[in-house]
C-alpha cells in the first residue's frame, strides 16, 4: 500500500509545520466518515505515530496514516495546487467512485 505527495505538497506542509509551536513530529492523512458522499479527507499535525500506522517520508517530512485510512488511499497523489480561484491541498485517489458536487467528499 502505497501514497505519494508531490514535491510542492510537501514544501507546503514542511513551511507550515515550521511555524508550530512545539514543532509536531509531522503529518497524518486520514479518511473520516461524513460528507454527502460518504467519506472525507483529514490532514492533522500530528505529535507521533500511535505504534501501528504506516508511517512514509518525503524529504525528511514523515507522514503517519492509520490502518483504515490506507485501504482508501491506496495509490492517492496528494498535490498543492495554487491557481487564481484559490490553493489547496488535491487529492488523486484511484479509488474513488463518485464525488459530491462541491468535491470534498467522495465514495468508494
Same mark, same amino acid.
Given at each position: 500500500?502505497?501514497?505519494?505527495?508531490?514535491?510542492?505538497? !510537501?514544501?507546503?506542509?514542511?513551511?507550515?509545520?515550521?511555524?508550530?509551536?512545539?514543532?509536531?513530529?509531522?503529518?497524518?492523512?486520514?479518511?473520516?466518515?461524513?460528507?454527502?458522499? %460518504?467519506?472525507?479527507?483529514?490532514?492533522?499535525?500530528?505529535? %507521533?505515530?500511535?505504534?501501528?500506522?504506516? !508511517?512514509?517520508?518525503?524529504?525528511?517530512?514523515?507522514?503517519?496514516?492509520?490502518?483504515?485510512?490506507?485501504?482508501?488511499?491506496?495509490?492517492?497523489?496528494?498535490?498543492?495546487?495554487?491557481?487564481?480561484?484559490?490553493?489547496?491541498?488535491?487529492?488523486?485517489?484511484?479509488? !474513488?467512485?463518485?464525488?459530491?458536487?462541491? %468535491?470534498?467528499?467522495?465514495?468508494?
Amino acid at each position: 500500500m502505497q501514497i505519494e505527495l508531490t514535491s510542492k505538497a !510537501v514544501s507546503k506542509v514542511k513551511e507550515i509545520l515550521a511555524q508550530q509551536e512545539p514543532k509536531p513530529a509531522g503529518l497524518r492523512v486520514s479518511v473520516v466518515g461524513g460528507g454527502c458522499s %460518504g467519506f472525507s479527507y483529514q490532514m492533522n499535525f500530528e505529535n %507521533g505515530s500511535n505504534g501501528i500506522d504506516k !508511517v512514509y517520508e518525503f524529504d525528511g517530512l514523515k507522514v503517519f496514516v492509520d490502518q483504515a485510512s490506507l485501504m482508501y488511499l491506496d495509490g492517492t497523489k496528494i498535490d498543492f495546487l495554487e491557481t487564481l480561484e484559490g490553493s489547496g491541498f488535491k487529492f488523486e485517489n484511484p479509488n !474513488v467512485k463518485t464525488t459530491c458536487g462541491c %468535491g470534498s467528499s467522495f465514495s468508494v
